[in-house]
């Protein structure tokens, strides 16, 4: 268990927060509370390689999918005319993979489970995963899933399936609250797939998807 999961204060220490501070990420589901008093390790990780030290904030839901459309090359339609003309300036002043991973950071809560064998192809069904080959990736683990899913489709799903929130669980779970219908064609993009690879906590897979984030950003200026 050591290694899987920190402790309160041990969290804390790890992200160079207060104890208070650590408890609130943990209340908010930036990083996951898998019992109490102890924390995920593997979204600590995560928690870590999205952020980057300074004062960078994370932008809203809607927001950060305007922006994977934006880079996506699509349109942004729900946000005002104001608001989208803001994003791309912001976009195209961007240079930095870290920079624009904190921003992203909130468009979805992640979290890691424990799921049985014969649970996989039934949860592969109801969850949207990105093509990680449209970023070269193509030996991914067959008994892995990594996909997003509606915030409100979340708890029936755990229950469903008989999940167990663990660190050494090879199902990650992203759920967002924004207009899915929206999200599921955004998942699709070569965007999305470098987002995910980005914040890895395999070195390969977050390379790969943070070279892809600077050549988007390169190429939306």
Do not use: C, K
Request: hydrophobic share 40%; no cysteine.
């Amino acid at each position: 268990m050591a290694g899987e999961f920190l402790t309160l204060d041990e969290t804390a220490s790890t992200l160079g927060v207060s104890t208070r501070h650590a408890r609130r990420l943990a209340d908010s589901g930036a990083i996951t509370r898998v019992a109490r008093g102890l924390i995920d390790r593997g979204s600590v990780d995560r928690y870590l390689h999205s952020q980057r030290q300074g004062r960078t904030r994370a932008w809203a839901e809607h927001t950060a999918w305007g922006a994977v459309a934006i880079l996506s090359g699509q349109d942004a339609d729900w946000l005002g005319e104001t608001q989208a003309s803001r994003l791309r300036s912001v976009l195209r002043e961007t240079n930095d993979a870290d920079d624009l991973l904190t921003r992203m950071r909130d468009r979805a809560r992640v979290q890691t489970y424990l799921a049985h064998r014969a649970a996989l192809p039934r949860l592969r069904e109801r969850v949207v995963s990105t093509n990680q080959q449209l970023l070269g990736i193509t030996d991914v683990a067959d008994d892995s899933i990594d996909g997003y899913l509606p915030a409100s489709g979340l708890d029936d799903v755990v229950r469903s399936l008989g999940l167990r929130a663990d660190g050494s669980g090879s199902v990650v779970l992203r759920t967002t609250e924004f207009e899915f219908d929206r999200v599921r064609d955004l998942i699709a993009t070569r965007t999305v797939a470098a987002l995910d690879a980005g914040t890895s906590t395999d070195p390969r897979q977050r390379g790969i998807g943070r070279r892809t984030i600077r050549e988007l950003l390169e190429a939306h200026r």
